[in-house]
């Protein structure tokens, strides 16, 4: 009688912790087939368990949805005397532990050669990979050792950054961005910038492809047409500037306290900590208040428009290329403080300066109803209903707008979208671009959707469809997936942009 309680005991629980279950993505595969059979049996009768109380508090509804090995009485029917069950036995549980201590031993004997495939990469760049990754790296090491960055469409391989927004140029595959390429390129724009007149239209065409970090702040200050492609009249021209600027703050800034003027100021004081609340060097006071500057004088110059919300994030590239012109570590984490007062005038300056450029070419996306972004959006969704119709039907049956989520992409100029570092690469582009913040935008905003067709098609409803599109999983991207957004991007406009009956239905 004992032991048929006992066996009755057992049969209830089945699934006592310590137990032997299969698990997907785990280094070994399941010891036996039979075993990943019964495995979805018992998975599938899970999910037909009857709940016993229909208001249940919501751990028990969280409990109802998740598959837990706590669970009790749904393997009742499950006879242990199976020949499936009589497969897990001690020869085959002994032959498992020696495998696991002899991959134990492997890993022990050389720990010289693991140190050396990780010590030839930089520390800022280690990647991390995921069990399946490394399962293939034992079995394979020699093909590990011929290609260490590749990576997977379905789990790309992500660097290990002091900050989920890395500002410092970098590939998504961890390799650092200076190539024996790169280091042609930078000798080519030196001798450009030298010049006695620097040829603007070869800039732009070297600019194309992105600019080295070292020549960026000049070159963005020549393609912006804030500096002059003269190269004696460059420095009158900063020190005027400049000094117009801080004629401006003189003149109007004590005016933010006004009544006419403090609703402007308001909302411009809650956006700026909002800006990149995620990097250190956008939440110090000193660099606030240099937003705050730069965006009320931008705003009581243009009237027309005012400060709207999204122009906060249009200053920060371009006050991270002009600090990095003063510092060589990485701007991130970087105490503005330790910069002297000239150096940190001269970047205010120069970024006001180049964002008023900027917002002078797209500014109707900032007046009154923001016409600007109601056109680009509607070309936006004429241009993917003609390259990508599948996508588009697909928005129009789970009855999604395209403004929705476009309208972000056109107000922020993609930058909510995409890491710090990778805007700052499109700008690059943008620059060298004719009309590259308006009309190419648009082209870009279209292979950016088109990028993530598969993963658009998957979601099957309203809601999993916008929380997709406004949480696009970009945080990885780097120089290497900015190229080739931007290749398909000007793939896109050589067809449609000069092809006006092709665009339209």
């Known amino acids: 009688m004992a032991a048929d309680n006992s066996k009755q005991f057992w049969k209830r629980s089945a699934k006592l912790p310590g137990s032997i279950q299969p698990v997907y993505g785990a280094q070994h595969p399941p010891l036996d087939p039979r075993l990943t059979k019964n495995f979805i049996k018992e998975r599938s009768k899970v999910s037909t368990v009857p709940l016993k109380n229909k208001k249940a508090s919501s751990f028990h509804e969280f409990a109802r949805n998740t598959s837990d090995a706590w669970d009790i009485g749904d393997d009742e029917e499950e006879d242990f005397s199976s020949p499936s069950f009589q497969t897990l036995n001690s020869k085959v549980a002994l032959a498992t532990a020696a495998q696991v201590l002899e991959n134990h031993s492997k890993l022990r004997v050389k720990p010289e050669r693991s140190q050396s495939t990780t010590s030839d990469v930089p520390a800022s760049y280690k990647v991390i990979k995921s069990s399946s990754d490394a399962q293939l790296s034992r079995n394979s090491s020699d093909t590990c050792l011929r290609n260490p960055l590749h990576k997977q469409q ?45 040829d ?34 460059r420095k009158l021209t900063l020190q005027r500037k400049r000094e117009e600027y801080f004629g ?22 809650i956006d700026i900590p909002r800006t990149n609340p995620l990097i250190p060097l956008f939440q110090q006071p000193l660099v606030q ?65 180049c ?11 900032y007046t009154f109803a923001q016409p600007g972004i109601q ?51 499109l700008w690059d582009t943008y620059q060298s671009e004719p009309e590259g ?69």
């Open 355 to 365: 964002m008023s450029k900027l917002l002078d070419g797209i500014q109707d996306n």
């Open 375 to 425: 056109k680009k959006v509607k070309a936006l969704e004429e241009l993917v209903s003609r390259i990508d119709e599948q996508v588009h039907n697909h928005f129009r049956r789970y009855e999604v707008e395209y403004l929705q989520f476009a309208f972000r992409w056109m107000n922020n100029l993609l930058m909510r979208e995409l890491p710090l570092r990778c805007t700052i690469r």
């Open 154 to 198: 379905s789990l790309p391989l992500r660097p290990i950054i002091p900050l989920v927004a890395r500002i410092s140029d970098q590939n998504a595959s961890g390799a650092p961005p200076m190539t024996v390429r790169e280091k042609t390129r930078l000798e080519k724009f030196r001798q450009l910038l030298s010049s006695h007149n620097t």
């Open 437 to 505: 913040f308006s009309h190419f935008h648009l082209y870009v905003c279209a292979a950016f959707l088109i990028k993530w067709r598969k993963e658009i098609l998957d979601e099957e409803d309203f809601q999993g469809l916008l929380m997709l599109l406004q949480n696009l999983p970009t945080i990885h991207w780097g120089n290497e997936e900015i190229g080739l957004l931007l290749a398909e991007a000007y793939r896109l406009k050589y067809m449609f942009a000069d092809a006006p009956n092709h665009y339209r239905r």
């Open 248 to 269: 401006f703050i003189e003149q109007y800034y004590d005016s933010r306290n006004e009544e006419h003027h403090q609703d402007t100021y308001r909302q411009i004081h």
């Open 289 to 353: 208040e240099i937003f705050e500057r730069i965006l009320f004088i931008w705003a009581i110059r243009h009237p027309a428009s005012g400060y709207v919300q999204g122009i906060n994030d249009l200053v920060t590239p371009f006050f991270v290329v002009f600090l990095s012109e003063y510092v060589e570590e990485d701007v991130e984490n970087f105490d503005v403080t330790n910069l002297s007062q000239d150096m940190l005038r001269s970047i205010e300056a120069d970024s006001f300066w």
């Open 200 to 233: 603007l239209d070869e800039l732009r065409k070297c600019s194309w492809p992105g600019v080295p970090r070292e020549v960026r702040p000049v070159t963005w200050r020549l393609l912006s047409g804030y500096l002059p492609a003269n190269t004696e009249r």
